[in-house]
């Protein structure tokens, strides 16, 4: 998660906004931002990481095959999707 000073109106962002991982393969999200954000499940699939601090880490797991959208639930065009393979 990184902040965009090229799109003020969208200050911030996911740094890949497509990740594809092997089935209980993990993605890590690292908070690069000076905010708080949250990496959640637009639709189910996978576990919420509640918020995550600046400078925070977080690590979340994919135990199935298929597509699934992610967002920040702070700033909800903050999106993305993960290819679980
Ligand atoms: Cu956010």
Do not use: K, L
């Amino acid at each position: 998660m990184q902040e965009d000073p090229t799109h003020p109106s969208e200050p911030y962002r996911f740094s890949a906004s497509s990740v594809t991982v092997r089935c209980g393969g993990a993605v890590h999200i690292t908070n690069r931002s000076t905010t708080v954000h949250t990496f959640s499940p637009s639709h189910g699939g996978f576990r919420d990481t509640g918020t995550v601090p600046p400078s925070a880490m977080r690590t979340v797991y994919f135990f199935f095959r298929g597509s699934y959208g992610f967002m920040c639930h702070f700033h909800p065009w903050m999106r993305g999707t993960v290819h679980v393979v």
